[in-house]
């Protein structure tokens, strides 16, 4: 399914990817300034989208995870980077995969977006932002049944699981050279929560598969990261160490491949 393995790698307080033989590994995501894991917002690859299960769960996971960490931070009542969260997918995730989804038969979401992002920054009631919130996140979750290729069968979750935990390890990097920066890290909250809440879903499925070695290694990653993304809000407790991250990770791509 991939070639060319990321052997994720630290190295003067730097995220880089380094590939080594593997015939079918989990894709390696460059860093990059500003965007979770390179590419601007998550480096999603439209056409590669419409033919790979993978990169097509990855879009709808990297979309999700703004609207995880946008919910939970406007409970916070931070509505200003709440709005900003929801905003930001519409413009460098979904407007570039909007012929992919039509052409697979999505229905589209754009406009609950939209609306999700305007009400945050209207500063309208909790309950009403968190419905909007539930409404995107349905139509993403809705949008997994129309996946090409293999579909979402449980190694795709996992190889899905394992790039998001990836790219929150590599964001926790990006976010803790500019510690008093709220944007980078709440970037890193939201793919960690995504990760996680996929992992919830899919769990059963993993077991069911034989794939209970492989949960194992996800549990461990998600373990490993829970003490970096405790709140949605900026951390008052040192930084932790992010090489025991990258490690989990790169046991979980050995396991899995």
């Not at 946008?70 to 709440?82: C, W």
């Not at 309950?127 to 069968?153: D, F, M, N, S, W």
């Amino acid at each position: 399914m991939w070639l060319g393995l990321g052997v994720f790698t630290l190295a003067g307080g730097a995220a880089c990817a380094q590939p080594a033989p593997s015939a079918t590994a989990i894709p390696a995501v460059p860093v990059a300034q500003g965007g979770e894991g390179g590419g601007g917002e998550g480096g999603i690859d439209p056409e590669l989208a419409a033919r790979d299960p993978v990169e097509f769960l990855v879009a709808m996971d990297v979309i999700a995870a703004h609207y995880a960490a946008g919910r939970d931070i406007y409970r916070l009542g931070e509505a200003q980077a709440a709005g900003e969260m929801f905003a930001h997918p519409i413009s460098e995730v979904y407007a570039e995969l909007e012929e992919v989804l039509a052409r697979l038969r999505v229905t589209g979401f754009r406009e609950q977006m939209e609306r999700a992002s305007t009400l945050a920054l209207d500063r309208a009631p909790t309950p009403e932002v968190e419905q909007a919130v539930a409404t995107v996140l349905a139509a993403v979750l809705a949008a997994e049944a129309h996946a090409p290729g293999a579909g979402a069968i449980p190694k795709v979750q996992a190889l899905v699981i394992a790039a998001m935990a990836d790219r929150a390890v590599e964001q926790y990097v990006l976010a803790s050279a500019e510690p008093d920066r709220l944007e980078p890290y709440l970037d890193g909250y939201g793919l960690y929560r995504a990760a996680a809440d996929r992992t919830a879903r899919v769990a059963p499925a993993l077991r069911d598969a034989q794939l209970g070695p492989v949960l194992t290694a996800i549990e461990a990653v998600l373990a490993a990261l829970a003490p970096a993304y405790q709140t949605a809000t900026l951390p008052t407790t040192p930084r932790i160490d992010p090489m025991p991250l990258a490690a989990a990770v790169t046991r979980l791509r050995e396991t899995l491949n």
